[in-house]
């Protein structure tokens, strides 16, 4: 008999894994906190270090030993999400989504502390422009670290849903200005009787407070080199100790007017140490970045020119990354908006409770609050169709956008499409996302063929293009032969599944190895050599260049459409004289020996032939 008292909830967690800080938090008490590390820091340096003796060390240690052993740590790894570019860290070769699996490892001990062993649930959050690919590596990353991966959101709808819990009464719309470390984000939400939305979304992933502590080292080495003929610049060790002081300068200047500026040995010139002794003021400082500030404040233009709406119709505008401490961030979005943005949500804390929010609202631990969260599509996606060229010819590779850009997911969109040739029996359908009217300035996501359609002569055969997206950021596409009904669908997220799940293991390897290898001398190169030929080979396997056109697809595809013809054939059999029974024996004979061997070239012919035979059959 179930017994509700000993129910059993999986613990559910938000995740904010930044470019430079990542943090945990969770709900408690019916609100969001942060969970705090074993140190009580709240968020931790998204870095990874692999020390001397192997142990794996993530956070305010590891960042420390970014100047001192460079090539045994990692930082802003998020940079590389989606890329399958190993980084090498203490000469061992780990992709992108491993090395922030270390860092979810880490942030997942510290939920381990509270809740105990055992499996936990999380909520991720990403920048609203990442790629499939990059959300796809985020997800993987946080199954790696061994979290059940419930979600993957977009950071300003998480900061949105930290800052809006307790207002759910009234409607309104936020703009969310969120400048971290390595990224800037602005969104527009709106709030409408609970429901969150994020109306429109840009950013750009390049900018952030790293670029500020360059300009304050630019600064700082110029007058170096005035006073002292030698560019600390040139010296790797100099430059970091250099960045490290601008970060505390810059921080020291969101509350200060005036910063001291003393630093007796940052390089050596004839075996002598050079320094430097001085003072930067705010206003300084403030000129070095200010270009950067105005390029985001057009980005917030350009926001809200995509949502349709003026700086008026903003009531609120959220703060949100390390960076909007700064007070002419602040300044620069009171100008605009004629009003003070909110900072009552700690700018670092915000995506991290927002995230633990989501989390409580799918656990039920929240589910009291009225509020449901939805979020849009940070780009178009769509296919590649003949496109009118100088209103004389049709020339393919025109962009035709099913889900258009900041449609609010999720969201299904069916296209009816028509053949473009007299008696085509297929379709390549290639997937691409951005906003170029010609596919091939945009990202390609992948593509498939779909055959077996009637050679029509007469007329085009009509083809339903279904694109499905969901909260995940996840695309299922499906085309369907309307006057057949035969159908065939690719995931963009787990494509191809049975290979992404080979190499799926090998990070667990290489991770669990990571862990068990503390410790352990670990040189032995060759072993190393090898396992990362072997990983090559993995990650060329996992390409979509499967799907590419002149036939040479996918051999699961393949079969998939063979079985699909067989089960046809069966079927048909019942409603078959002697003679068409028979016809109908050969073509599934055909298809099973076909589908048994493994020439795919011959599978291929087999199909359709047997396609013809069987439409000859039906009619
Ligand atoms: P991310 O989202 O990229 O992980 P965060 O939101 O944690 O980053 O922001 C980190 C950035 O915020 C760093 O560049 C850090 O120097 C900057 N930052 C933190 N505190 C301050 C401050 N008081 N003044 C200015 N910048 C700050
Ligand atoms: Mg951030």
């Not at 060390?57 to 890329?83: C, F, H, N, Q, T």
């Not at 602005?186 to 502590?213: K, Q, W, Y």
């Not at 049975?498 to 290489?510: G, L, M, N, P």
């Amino acid at each position: 008999m179930p017994n509700h008292e000993n129910v059993h909830f999986r613990p559910i967690v938000g995740i904010d894994l930044g470019t430079t800080n990542s943090a945990v938090a969770h709900i408690h008490n019916g609100k969001p906190e942060m969970i705090l590390s074993p140190k009580g820091e709240r968020i931790i340096p998204s870095v990874v270090l692999i020390d001397l003796k192997n142990n794996v060390i993530v956070g305010e240690d590891a960042r420390s030993a970014l100047v001192a052993m460079p090539d045994r740590s990692v930082s802003a790894i998020k940079r590389k999400m989606g890329l399958n570019e190993p980084v090498s860290i203490a000469g061992q070769a780990l992709l992108p989504q491993e090395v922030s699996a270390l860092i979810l490892q880490e942030l997942k001990s510290y939920v381990d502390a509270i809740y105990g062993e055992g499996e936990k649930e999380a909520v991720i959050t990403v920048p609203a422009y990442f790629t499939d690919e990059q959300r796809r590596a985020t997800k993987q990353a946080g199954e790696l670290a061994g979290f059940v991966v419930e979600r993957i959101i977009n950071e300003p709808t998480a900061a949105a849903l930290a800052f809006g819990l307790e207002h759910t009464d009234e409607d309104r719309l936020f703009l969310v200005y969120d400048l971290g470390g390595g990224t800037f984000d602005v969104s527009v939400v709106e709030m409408m009787s609970g429901l969150l939305e994020v109306r429109a979304s840009t950013g750009n992933h390049r900018l952030g407070g790293e670029d500020f502590d360059w300009k304050l080292v630019d600064f700082l080495s110029e007058k170096i080199v005035e006073e002292s003929d030698i560019d600390p610049r040139n010296d790797i060790r100099a430059t970091a100790l250099l960045k490290e002081e601008a970060e505390k300068i810059k921080m020291r200047l969101s509350k200060d007017f005036v910063v001291p500026v003393e630093l007796p040995l940052v390089t050596v010139k004839d075996n002598e140490p050079v320094g430097i002794s001085t003072e930067i003021t705010r206003e300084q400082f403030v000129g070095l970045i200010d270009g950067l500030l105005l390029e985001t404040m057009e980005s917030v233009s350009s926001v809200l020119k995509d949502a349709q709406i003026s700086p008026a119709d903003i009531e609120e505008v959220l703060l949100v990354g390390g960076s909007t401490r700064i007070p002419r961030v602040r300044e620069l979005i009171q100008d605009m908006f004629a009003k003070s943005p909110r900072t009552d949500v700690n700018p670092d804390e915000a995506v991290a409770l927002g995230a633990a929010v989501q989390a409580g609202l799918k656990s039920g631990a929240l589910s009291d609050s009225g509020l449901v969260a939805t979020d849009v599509a940070p780009f178009s996606m769509g296919i590649s169709v003949l496109k009118e060229w100088m209103g004389l010819t049709k020339r393919p590779g025109g962009f035709a956008p099913i889900i258009p850009r900041n449609t609010t997911i999720p969201v299904t969109r069916t296209e009816k499409l028509g053949t473009s040739a007299p008696g085509q029996t297929e379709v390549a359908i290639e997937i691409f996302q951005g906003e170029h009217e010609w596919v091939k300035y945009n990202h390609r996501l992948g593509e498939f063929l779909l055959s077996g359609i009637p050679a029509n002569f007469d007329k085009q055969e009509e083809i339903d293009v279904t694109f499905r997206y969901n909260l995940n950021g996840i695309l299922e596409v499906s085309a369907k032969c309307v006057s057949t009904g035969k159908e065939m669908s690719v995931i963009v997220q787990d494509g191809l599944q049975r290979d992404s799940q080979k190499a799926f293991q090998e990070s667990v390897q290489r991770l669990e190895d990571l862990w068990k290898n503390a410790d352990q001398d670990l040189d032995d190169e060759e072993l190393i050599d090898a396992d990362w030929e072997e990983m090559e080979d993995l990650l060329d396997d996992t390409e979509l260049d499967e799907f590419d056109i002149d036939n040479e697809q996918a051999p699961s595809v393949l079969h998939e459409e063979a079985v699909q013809l067989r089960e046809r054939a069966v079927k048909m059999m019942a409603e078959l004289d002697a003679d068409g029974q028979s016809k109908a024996r050969q073509v599934i004979n055909s298809l099973d020996q076909a589908i048994a061997g493994d020439d795919l070239e011959h599978l291929r012919n087999v199909i359709d032939e047997a396609t013809d035979a069987l439409i000859d059959l039906e009619l």
